[in-house]
């Protein structure tokens, strides 16, 4: 018998959280296997080559390419500050001389006897990054990163923008609110955005949000790729969707209950193949809390699971699917597609296509 899979939404009140903190490029490990992390601690950090610039002795001492060897007063490796003179050309009797100056602060890191060029690289850019919760180290990845092991609430969102953050859960708008996390139970817009952001919050979790507010934010409308790399100082996540609407009690409730409670929070989102969730975590201080594990077969449509459609004209309700009809049915757009009988907190049922709908994970 096939099995229809779906997206799952988590909302999960105690879960296991695995965690893989990754460099781009290999570098030093900090941590061993067994090791307590602590969500500020570096687990790995590397340094990225600088871009490259090319510089063309030849054309500029006018001399051929293979002797501009004989007109440098560098070598390869060195470094050179921004307008140092790094090839001459003392002219007759040592007048009228012709110099060039680097362009840029670097190191010198080729010279061609071909082109009669030579490559000024610039500073390496280290990168760090953070365990991003506190936890357990589990597995490292030989020099990569490291696997985080922690058990804490997680709640996922259906879209974000904004990086990694981490700050305290505040439901409290009218407090202190710099550095924190703010919870709005409602939608909001870009005037109420910028308002939090410019009192210092690092992260905002809002039921719903007005779509051209946050094509005004970005500065673009936004597509299908992947976010979470915009340059903003407070991250959204929106757990409900666009327009006018209220967060689910049940994502509102747990994070009611970790008021106070510090939160790593991260808006990258990815639509497409390979699925990124906007995400906040509160790693649990209690290890006797109940856990709520699943696995692949949590995502398997089935009737009694709860779901929430995605796309119009059902989008953002939630309901339970009391029946799946085996045989494909035409829905409004004259084609013919699987689909779930689904009842809506109104008691009302509809079929919905099964594409259109995602598995909230509780």
Do not use: W
Request: aromatic share 6%.
């Amino acid at each position: 018998m096939s099995k229809s899979y779906t997206p799952g939404l988590k909302i999960l009140e105690s879960t296991k959280i695995i965690k893989e903190r990754k460099l781009p490029l290999k570098g030093i490990i900090n941590f061993k296997v067994g090791d307590t992390v602590s969500s500020d601690d570096v687990v790995a950090s590397t340094f990225l080559p600088g871009n490259v610039h090319m510089v063309n002795i030849s054309n500029q001492l006018n001399v051929d390419p293979e002797t501009v060897k004989d007109y440098l007063l560098v070598t390869v490796d060195e470094e050179v500050e921004k307008g140092s003179v790094i090839a001459e050309n003392k002219g007759f009797f040592g007048l009228f001389k012709t110099q060039v100056r680097s362009p840029l602060k670097g190191k010198i890191s080729n010279v061609s006897n071909t082109t009669g060029q030579i490559m000024i690289s610039e500073p390496d850019t280290q990168i760090e990054i953070d365990a991003y919760l506190d936890g357990k180290v589990i597995d490292v990845i030989d020099e990569e990163g490291v696997i985080i092991k922690c058990q804490g609430s997680l709640v996922q969102g259906i879209i974000g923008v904004g990086g990694e953050q981490k700050g305290e859960i505040t439901l409290n708008s009218d407090v202190d609110i710099r550095d924190k996390v703010v919870v709005i139970k409602g939608s909001i817009d870009k005037k109420i955005y910028e308002a939090y952001s410019s009192r210092g919050a690092i992260g905002i979790i809002a039921g719903g949000f007005d779509y051209e507010s946050l094509s005004q934010i970005l500065g673009y409308k936004l597509g299908v790729a992947i976010t979470g790399t915009e340059k903003i100082s407070t991250t959204l996540m929106i757990t409900e969707g666009f327009g006018d609407v209220e967060m689910s009690p049940k994502t509102y409730e747990i994070l009611k209950n970790h008021e106070g409670n510090m939160a790593s929070i991260n808006g990258a989102t990815q639509i497409r193949a390979g699925v990124i969730r906007p995400e906040v975590i509160i790693v649990s201080s209690n290890k006797t809390d109940g856990v709520s594990n699943f696995n692949e077969e949590d995502l398997v449509i089935k009737e009694g699971s709860k779901v929430r459609v995605i796309r119009q004209p059902y989008f953002g309700q939630i309901g339970l699917i009391k029946s799946l009809p085996a045989d494909p049915v035409e829905i409004e757009s004259e084609t013919k597609a699987r689909v779930a009988e689904i009842e809506f907190d109104n008691n009302e049922r509809k079929l919905v296509p099964r594409a259109n709908l995602e598995i909230i994970l509780e």
